[in-house]
């Protein structure tokens, strides 16, 4: 259902009968093991300091997007987590701890949005109970994107429409406190 989910959101992003095939991207994170599973440090209980991420490069892309949610939240579904988009073409990794705002300087051009909290950039997992899933979904794009600062994920959406050439995802787990 999960897998269902995400390839629906990367269809709609396609737009209607793209010109080309859209391609698979590769997500990884070092923060994030082999269990899968989001460090303390990448939290809203811990430092809440966004992970480092790193990604295939993809042919033609101008700017990438990141868009970070939890399904298994029960209201609002999903929620948001983290915004990023105008990620430059030649970038392929991010670095932990991005600061909290809506313009980054490195990497230089990068745009965060509002978070399903209402603050831009970053939350990190905070479940309230049990185990969830945090999707993080990228996107290569065959353009930067003209989204204000601070937008959110339907301004973003809207935006990325027709303009992906790829995507992939990362799927990692966080346990509320007692949870496992």
């Known amino acids: 259902m999960r897998v269902m989910a ?3 959101l990367v269809f709609a992003l396609m737009g209607p009968a793209p010109a080309r095939a859209m391609g698979a991207m590769r ?3 070092p923060a ?9 440090a990448q939290s809203n209980y811990g430092a809440n300091r966004s992970p480092p991420l790193a990604w295939t490069p993809v042919a033609g892309a101008r700017s990438y997007a990141i868009i970070l949610d939890d399904p298994d939240a029960s209201d609002p579904q999903p929620f948001l987590h983290w915004l990023i988009w105008n990620i430059p073409g030649n970038v392929t990794a991010l670095p932990q701890g991005l600061p909290a705002v809506a313009r980054l300087a490195d990497p230089p051009g990068a ?11 970053y939350f990190g ?14 996107f290569a794009l065959d353009a930067p994107l003209w989204v204000a600062p601070g937008a ?3 301004a973003l959406s809207a935006a990325m429409n ?5 995507a992939g995802e990362l799927v990692a787990t966080f346990p ?3 949870a496992g």
């Open 176 to 178: 509320a406190p007692g």
């Open 125 to 138: 997992p905070r479940p309230p109970s049990g185990v969830h899933h945090y999707h993080f979904h990228i």
């Open 162 to 166: 027709g303009h992906v050439l790829a």
């Open 6 to 8: 995400c390839l629906m």
């Open 111 to 121: 745009i965060q949005g509002r978070n399903g909290r209402d603050e831009i950039g």
């Open 152 to 154: 959110d994920r339907a």
């Open 27 to 29: 997500l990884t994170s």
């Open 32 to 40: 994030i093991g082999t269990d899968a599973r989001i460090p303390q």
